[in-house]
């Protein structure tokens, strides 16, 4: 089931309209119109709200099968990463668990400031290619190459960047998921 049928059988079984749900979720109802029609897909900080007004956990939405624990590599569902205008890749199935893991590619030049998140929550990071640079704190930079792997609180986090002229590649896990 997609994630708009999934937010549309939800939402009709809560008796709501679309008017409803667009007041609580702080969103347009135009918008959650295209969500659930599938035309648009919306960002996870927007997913969170509408998951939390139905209540129903935000990583059942993002399932791609109900029993099969494989996600393909042509398989993975891209996500946008908050309002960063960033993309994830999703490398698991996510059924409400706690950890979530992804994959990014990061283009040559890039910076990606951290965004604040409510709880605490640890972050693992793994280079898979190139080379990007991880700021933890005010002073604390740390280079990391392919093969390096990082693991911090990630309130301490204050940007990802790459400044080489070389995509880089990494994978990260989070725990808990973000929303």
Same mark, same amino acid.
């Given at each position: 089931?997609?994630? !708009?049928? $999934?937010?549309? *059988?939800?939402?009709?079984?809560?008796?709501?309209?679309?008017?409803?749900?667009?007041?609580?979720?702080?969103?347009? %109802?135009?918008?959650? %119109?295209?969500?659930?029609?599938?035309?648009? %897909?919306?960002?996870?900080?927007?997913? !969170?709200?509408?998951? &939390?007004?139905?209540? =129903?956990?935000?990583?059942?939405?993002?399932?791609?099968?109900? !029993?099969?624990?494989?996600?393909? %590599?042509?398989?993975?569902?891209?996500?946008?990463?908050?309002?960063?205008?960033?993309? =994830?890749?999703?490398?698991?199935?996510?059924?409400?668990?706690?950890?979530?893991?992804?994959?990014?590619?990061?283009?040559? #030049?890039?910076?990606?400031?951290?965004?604040?998140?409510?709880? $605490?929550?640890?972050?693992? =990071?793994?280079?898979?290619? #190139? /080379?990007? &640079?991880? /700021?933890? #704190?005010?002073?604390?930079? @740390?280079?990391?190459?392919? !093969?390096? $792997?990082?693991?911090?609180?990630?309130?301490?986090?204050?940007?990802?960047?790459?400044?080489? *002229? *070389? /995509? $880089?590649? @990494?994978?990260?896990?989070?725990?808990?998921?973000?929303?």
């Amino acid at each position: 089931m997609s994630v !708009g049928a $999934a937010l549309r *059988k939800r939402r009709n079984e809560l008796g709501m309209t679309l008017r409803q749900l667009a007041e609580e979720a702080e969103l347009t %109802s135009g918008f959650l %119109s295209q969500v659930e029609n599938d035309h648009v %897909s919306p960002s996870l900080k927007s997913l !969170g709200r509408i998951a &939390e007004v139905l209540r =129903i956990p935000l990583f059942h939405l993002l399932s791609q099968s109900v !029993g099969n624990p494989v996600v393909r %590599s042509n398989e993975r569902t891209a996500i946008p990463w908050d309002d960063t205008g960033v993309e =994830i890749l999703l490398l698991t199935p996510h059924r409400d668990w706690q950890m979530l893991p992804f994959h990014r590619s990061m283009a040559p #030049g890039e910076t990606v400031d951290a965004v604040r998140l409510e709880r $605490a929550r640890e972050e693992w =990071i793994f280079v898979m290619s #190139g /080379t990007i &640079e991880i /700021t933890l #704190g005010d002073d604390e930079c @740390y280079v990391l190459e392919e !093969g390096d $792997a990082i693991h911090f609180e990630s309130s301490r986090l204050v940007n990802v960047s790459n400044s080489t *002229k *070389k /995509t $880089a590649t @990494y994978i990260c896990m989070m725990t808990p998921p973000p929303i």
